[in-house]
């Protein structure tokens, strides 16, 4: 590997509803990002791939953060 070439982006994606009752191809794609059950989290590459998927099921997965930026970002309105 070069030293000019950059670490690579992540982000975290979280399962937010259940795959029960889904089209096959939806759950095709929840295993293919590694989710499992619902509140799973997996880091992966930020890739245009990956935001394709997650754009395929957006009622059953979202991203919830960069995972470079360490904590959790916090909703607007909420306190510590």
Do not use: F, W
Not at 6 to 18: F, G, L
């Amino acid at each position: 590997m070069s030293k000019k070439a950059k670490k690579a982006s992540e982000i975290r994606i979280r399962q937010v509803r259940s795959a029960i009752g889904r089209p096959r191809n939806q759950r095709q794609v929840l295993d293919s990002l590694g989710l499992r059950r619902i509140r799973h989290e997996v880091v992966r590459l930020d890739t245009p791939a990956v935001r394709g998927m997650v754009a395929k099921i957006p009622h059953l997965a979202e991203i919830v953060a960069d995972a470079s930026a360490g904590a959790a970002e916090m909703k607007p309105g909420e306190e510590e």
